[in-house]
């Protein structure tokens, strides 16, 4: 979500309700409505925190480290993940025009037929 990037964050922004909290995992049926995986490499955002999203399954996600005044009842905003990758910024977020990578690099050299990698 930078500038090279383009894509607004708060177009792709999921709001609820924490149901649950224990450790790491929080629970809310938001994150239900999504496929798996759709906010790793994401941000939770709840009790005036930010977290990274280390997973994303059914009903749960994982942060990367806890937020202490997280409890039930918490309102939350979560922003799906990028693994920076020309698939996901097409199939995700429609912005492959906007990819600032480089997916087509070959693995041997062309030219000495050597491994660049």
């Known amino acids: 979500y930078h500038a090279g990037c383009k894509v607004n964050a708060a177009d792709y922004k999921s709001t609820g309700f924490v149901e649950n909290v224990v450790g790491l995992e929080v629970t809310s049926s938001v ?7 759709w906010f790793v490499g994401g941000r939770f955002a709840a009790a005036g925190a930010q ?7 059914g009903n749960a996600i994982t942060l ?3 937020i202490p005044s997280l409890v039930s009842g918490v309102a939350f905003e979560a922003y799906p993940g990028c693994d920076h990758t020309l698939a ?8 492959h025009l906007n990819f600032g ?3 087509y690099i070959p693995v041997k050299n062309p030219f000495a037929g050597d491994a660049l990698v």
């Open 101 to 103: 990578g480089f997916p």
């Open 51 to 57: 977290r990274l999203i280390i997973s994303s399954s």
């Open 64 to 66: 990367s480290a806890p």
């Open 88 to 95: 996901t910024c097409a199939a995700k977020f429609n912005n």
């Open 31 to 37: 994150v239900l409505a999504k496929p798996s995986g």
